[in-house]
């Protein structure tokens, strides 16, 4: 168990809909990272959230948002969804801003748009 | 472009012996690189990492070795268990730039290990 949590396991949604990812990062973790894993692609990094502000950004759709709120928890919200943003979603943390620390995982957010 | 290379989709060992398995990277600017675990329906989870000052990091079973001129990293793990059957990540991140701290993956190796 890496401490990190991701609600829900699975989603299931048809095109055009908007959807909300939730994380919890391990305990005493100030950065939030999200991470997208298409069948034919890698882990493919999204954003980094440190101590709420926005911190970097990856390949990150227009359409997708995120927040880290005050309690560290984290949202990515993905609007106007297409049969492509069906992917596993992966949130992990990390104690200070990333550098030279590993990160740790959640088990993900399956996403199937039908 | 794929900054960070896994050749090896698959590689097959049996219990008891070496499982070596292999990573490349086409940026100079990496200088931490880590290796992760995942089993299906789990996310992935932190094994062992090394910094660039570092040519060798070992963990128990697990040891990274790294060769910055030919950037290139392995992963040794001996002796090889049936528990250690999962797919292995490869990844990197760099210092400095607007990308610090943030993780460049592999596409990850399947390994085997055959009681």
């Known amino acids: 168990d890496s401490g990190v949590t991701q609600t829900p396991k699975h989603l299931i949604t048809a095109t055009g809909q908007r959807v909300t990812l939730r994380c919890s990062p391990r305990?005493?973790?100030?950065?939030v990272y999200w991470y997208q894993q298409s069948l034919d692609q890698g882990l493919q990094f999204l954003i980094q959230?440190?101590?709420?502000?926005?911190?970097a950004k990856g390949n990150i759709l227009e359409r997708f948002s995120a927040q880290q709120f005050p309690d560290l928890h984290s949202e990515l919200n993905l609007s106007s969804l297409e049969l492509g943003d069906s992917a596993l979603y992966f949130c992990?943390?990390?104690?200070?801003?990333?550098?030279?620390?590993?990160?740790?995982f959640g088990d993900g957010t399956r996403l199937s748009i039908l | 472009d794929q900054q960070v290379k896994q050749n090896s989709p698959s590689l097959s060992v049996q219990e008891g012996r070496i499982s070596i398995l292999n990573c490349d990277y086409t940026?100079?600017?990496?200088?931490?690189f880590l290796w992760y675990k995942k089993y299906p329906a789990e996310g992935p989870t932190f094994l062992i990492s090394?910094?660039?000052?570092?040519d060798k990091n070992e963990d128990g079973r697990f040891t990274v070795f790294l060769n910055k001129s030919a950037k290139h990293l392995s992963l040794h793990i001996v002796p090889s268990q049936p528990g250690d059957s999962a797919v292995y990540f490869c990844?990197?991140?760099?210092?400095?730039?607007?990308?610090?701290?943030?993780?460049?993956f592999g596409k990850g190796t399947k390994l085997s290990v055959k009681p």
């Open positions: 992990a943390s990390s104690t200070g801003t990333g550098i030279g620390q590993p990160q740790h």
């Open positions: 305990s005493g973790d100030l950065s």
């Open positions: 959230y440190y101590n709420g502000e926005e911190r």
């Open positions: 940026n100079s600017m990496f200088d931490y």
């Open positions: 090394i910094s660039s000052i570092k």
């Open positions: 990844a990197a991140s760099v210092r400095y730039g607007g990308s610090q701290g943030n993780l460049i």
